[in-house]
C-alpha cells in the first residue's frame, strides 16, 4: 500500500504487505532526514535517518529513499506486521541546528 | 539507564491558572527540546535549552510561555494563565551535546505530559 502525498494520512495496508509512506519536506537546505514513529500515547520513536548526501539507506524491514530534486522523502516498511500500526511523521534539520519540523503525519493501520 | 522522563503525564487546569511541566534529560545530556503537538498534527518546536541558557525560542509564542533548565534540576516549561487553545501534548527531547538530532547524539524524546485545560 502507498500513500500519496499528504492527502491521505491514512493508509491501511493488509498484514505482510510492503508499505510506503511519502513525505514533502518543505526546506531546500535541510540536510538531515528522520522518520519517527508514534504510539497511541508515547513520544516519537527514532526509525531511520539520512543525511541529504545520500539518497537511499536501509535498516531492519525499512528503508527511507529521498529526492531532494523535488524535496520527497519516502519510508519503506517490508512485510508489515500489527506492530507497526502507528502514526509516522517525517522530520527535517537544517545544519544540526536542533530544530526539528515535523511533517503533518500518516496514520498507518495493518488489517490481520 | 532511564530515558527521558516527563511528569506529570496528565494534566488538567482551568483557564487562567499555570501549568508547569517538567523535564528530566536522559543522564548525561544537557541539551534539552520542547515541542508542542495539537491533536492529529505534527510536532512544533518551541524552544531549545542547555543548562542555563535559551538556545533558540523561535517557537515561544510572546506571551504567557516561558522555559529555563537550571543548573540543577529539570527544565520546566511554564504556561501563565492557560487558555482552551494550550491543551496539548508538550514532548520534551534530550540530546548529548550541541550536533544536533542526530542519532549519533542520542536525541530521544520523552512520552510528553497531556495538558487539558477546562
Known amino acids: 500500500g502507498e500513500n500519496v502525498g499528504l492527502h491521505l494520512p491514512t493508509l491501511s495496508v493488509q498484514e505482510g504487505d510492503n508499505s510506503i509512506i511519502n513525505c514533502a519536506y518543505s526546506?531546500?537546505?535541510?540536510?538531515?532526514f528522520i522518520w519517527y514513529k508514534q504510539e497511541s500515547g508515547k513520544g516519537p520513536q527514532f526509525i531511520i535517518d539520512i543525511r541529504s548526501n545520500m539518497d537511499k539507506r536501509q535498516g531492519q524491514r525499512v528503508t527511507v529513499l529521498l529526492n531532494k530534486t523535488v524535496k520527497h522523502l519516502s519510508l519503506q516498511i517490508a512485510a508489515t506486521q500489527p506492530g507497526d500500526s502507528a502514526v509516522y511523521f517525517c522530520a527535517e534539520n537544517s545544519s544540526n541546528t536542533g530544530k526539528l519540523i515535523f511533517g503533518q503525519g500518516t496514520t498507518l493501520q495493518v488489517k490481520p | 539507564n532511564a530515558g527521558v522522563m516527563q511528569n506529570p503525564r496528565h494534566l488538567v487546569r482551568r483557564r487562567g491558572q499555570e501549568a508547569r511541566l517538567r523535564c528530566s534529560p536522559m543522564?548525561?545530556?544537557?541539551?534539552v527540546y520542547w515541542y508542542r503537538q495539537l491533536p492529529e498534527e505534527g510536532l512544533k518546536f518551541m524552544v531549545y535549552?542547555?543548562?542555563?541558557?535559551?538556545?533558540?525560542e523561535s517557537g515561544m509564542p510572546k506571551e504567557r510561555f516561558s522555559a529555563e533548565f537550571p543548573k540543577e534540576g529539570p527544565s520546566i516549561l511554564r504556561i501563565q494563565q492557560v487558555v482552551r487553545g494550550d491543551s496539548a501534548a508538550y514532548f520534551c527531547?534530550?540530546?548529548?551535546?550541541?550536533?544536533?538530532?542526530?542519532?549519533?547524539?542520542?536525541?530521544?524524546f520523552g512520552s510528553g505530559t497531556r495538558l487539558t485545560v477546562v
Open positions: 526546506n531546500s537546505a535541510s540536510d538531515y
Open positions: 543522564k548525561g545530556h544537557s541539551h
Open positions: 527531547a534530550s540530546s548529548r551535546s550541541a550536533g544536533g538530532p542526530t542519532a549519533n547524539y542520542g536525541y530521544t
Open positions: 535549552l542547555q543548562k542555563e541558557n535559551i538556545i533558540d
